[in-house]
Nanobody, 124 residues
Framework: QVQLVESGGGLVQTGGSLRLSCAAS????????MGWFRQAPGKEREFVAG????????NYADSVKGRFTISVDNAKKTVYLQIYSLKPEDTAVYYC?????????????????WGQGTQVTVSS
C-alpha cells in the first residue's frame, strides 16, 4: 500500500521560504513519477511541479518557475518542494502525488496515489 505523507507547511510572511516534504512508503519508487499540486479555496487543484524519481526529468508550472524547486532524496524516500519568495497567491493546500511509470504529468487524473495535504498560508 503506497502512502504519501506531506509535512512542512505553515504560516509565513510574503517573501519567506518553506520546504515541503513528502515521505513515500509501501513501494519501490524507482520507476515512479512524483508531483506536487496545490488547491486554494474555491479553486481547482493545480499542478505545481513534478519529477521522475530518478531525478532525470523535472516539470514546473509556468507560474512557479524560478521560485519552486522539486527534488528527490532516494535514501530517505522523500520528495521535497523548496519554495522561495512566497506570495499571498501561493496560499493553498499542497498535495504530493505519485504515478507508476511515465513522466511527471501536469494533470491530476494521471496520478494514482495522493497524500493528505499540508497547508501553506502566506500573509501579506
Amino acid at each position: 500500500q503506497v502512502q504519501l505523507v506531506e509535512s512542512g507547511g505553515g504560516l509565513v510572511q510574503t517573501g519567506g521560504s518553506l520546504r515541503l516534504s513528502c515521505a513515500a512508503s509501501g513501494r519501490t519508487f524507482s520507476s515512479y513519477a512524483m508531483g506536487w499540486f496545490r488547491q486554494a479555496p474555491g479553486k481547482e487543484r493545480e499542478f505545481v511541479a513534478g519529477i521522475k524519481w530518478s531525478g532525470a526529468m523535472t516539470n514546473y508550472a509556468d507560474s512557479v518557475k524560478g521560485r519552486f524547486t522539486i527534488s528527490v532524496d532516494n535514501a530517505k524516500k522523500t520528495v521535497y518542494l523548496q519554495i522561495y519568495s512566497l506570495k499571498p497567491e501561493d496560499t493553498a493546500v499542497y498535495y504530493c502525488a505519485a504515478k507508476s511509470g511515465g513522466w511527471p504529468e501536469r494533470t491530476a487524473q494521471h496520478y494514482d496515489y495522493w497524500g493528505q495535504g499540508t497547508q501553506v498560508t502566506v500573509s501579506s
